[in-house]
């Protein structure tokens, strides 16, 4: 078994953390922002410093390739992402781009041999903080191998011209312009060059933690069906308007909220689900909304679950306290999972380490979830502090970062040795 540096890995988390630091101990680093390519300027400096060869495409997506011994043509890809959500933590996304580039330096420290091109890739904007959606170029990249039911949201065209959030005049595509970091479309990762994709990640949820376990051996990624409920009534004066003659699209929406909630209850209870965005109009104090509009999000490992969630939206009454109700489906997909050989390698180098561990399922998308429909792709987890992600206090004690990346390093070394396509 091989082992990483865990000072280097120490001081790689330090060095990153404050690239966009927060008074809180956090980070805001937008994709492509003026913090964003600080973190790509260290990323560039540290790669080259180990003799690899710094790549970008024309999504500004960087590839830090330390080359094989020439036997094999495929590279084997260790890839995640430098950016964040406002006031983030340091390790959602960087911890993955830090032991991808600690895999490195260490077979390049060890002179450990190997037949395979190594790359440590940044994914730029999987956030999509700033400009929407998340995972944008994994899916930009993955388009031609997407399920056609959700492939939809992810033309190309339409993602470059996606408008930042703060300023609608700026769009992805001139950040994208702006960057030093856009490079050539040939350079993009792809079917025929690549052999597999590694990603590791912090869990983001507290499973890990409370089973005391220090390695996720992530199996897929959870299925998901994605609706708008669109509720319509009537505008009227807030103080002339008898109750009675009242078609209030926000009281029917909170009726027909809580209806979802009693039944979807009654479904498995690993099933999650949310209601995170809400539009109410025309949203003025003194009169009654016309018109509701608001997202559920619903999560789990087994289609028919997913199938139940489906039936039950569908039986919302087509009216609710006068007010017609439509439910609209945005998306949807299966479970995606991973590739069994590649799990199989993170689950032998965790019994081997002698870490504890456990099989577990992502229920965050990632970037590997798009990579999965193109390349032979898996997931390493490590224990988020008390389940805490996307905030300023999101820790993973550096114990566990460390014994992530051996499982990464000895994961990635038995798929250089004997995976094939
Ligand atoms: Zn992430």
């Known amino acids: 078994m091989y082992f990483c540096s865990k000072k280097r890995l120490e001081d790689k988390i330090k060095t990153f953390s404050t690239f966009g630091a927060t008074q809180n101990g956090g980070i805001t680093r937008y994709s492509l922002s003026k913090e964003a390519h600080q973190a790509r300027d260290e990323f560039k400096r540290r790669m080259e410093k180990i003799g690899a060869q710094v790549y970008t495409d024309d999504l500004a997506n960087m590839y830090a390739i330390l080359k094989g011994d020439g036997t094999k043509k495929e590279k084997i890809v260790m890839a995640s992402h430098l950016d964040s959500v406002k006031n983030g933590g340091n390790y959602d996304g960087v911890l993955g781009v830090l032991s991808a580039m600690e895999v490195l330096e260490t077979i390049h420290d060890q002179n450990i041999p190997h037949h395979h ?13 700033l400009y929407p959606p998340a995972m944008m170029c994994s899916a930009i990249l993955s388009y031609e191998d997407l399920p056609s039911s959700f492939k939809d949201c992810f033309v190309e065209e339409t993602l470059l011209n996606s408008r930042s959030v703060l300023n609608p005049n700026e769009t992805f595509k001139d950040a994208l312009e702006a960057s030093p970091y856009k490079g050539d479309k040939k350079n993009r990762l792809n079917k025929k060059d690549y052999l597999a994709m590694f990603e590791l990640h912090i869990e983001q949820g507290p499973i890990l933690t409370n089973n005391h376990n220090d390695i996720g051996v992530v199996t897929c990624v959870l299925g998901m069906c994605n609706y708008r409920i669109k509720i319509y009534g009537e505008s009227d004066h807030a103080g002339t308007t008898p109750m009675k003659y009242r078609k209030d699209a926000l009281y029917a929406a909170s009726k027909v909220l809580l209806y979802l909630h009693e039944q979807l209850d009654k479904l498995p209870k690993d099933l999650v689900y949310t209601t995170g965005e809400i539009i109410c109009q025309p949203n003025v104090h003194t009169v009654i909304p016309s018109y509701v509009e608001f997202s559920l999000d619903a999560r789990h490992e087994n289609p028919d679950v997913i199938k139940e969630v489906v039936k039950i939206i569908h039986s919302l009454p087509n009216e609710v306290e006068k007010c017609r109700v439509k439910p ?8 995606v999972y991973f590739n069994k050989t590649l799990v199989d ?15 577990i399922n992502s229920g965050a998308g990632h970037d590997a979830q798009m990579i999965s429909y193109v390349l032979p792709t898996t997931m390493i987890f490590v224990p988020s502090k008390d389940g805490h992600s996307h905030c300023e206090i999101e820790h993973t004690p550096l114990e566990n970062c460390e014994k992530g990346v051996n499982i990464l390093l000895n994961a990635v070394l038995t798929c250089d040795k004997n995976f094939e396509k």
């Open 117 to 129: 091109d190594l790359v440590a890739m940044v994914w730029t904007n999987e956030e999509g903080s």
């Open 328 to 335: 609209v489906l945005a998306w949807e997909r299966d479970t």
């Open 345 to 359: 390698y993170v689950l032998k180098a965790s019994e081997a380490l002698g870490y504890t561990h456990q099989y």
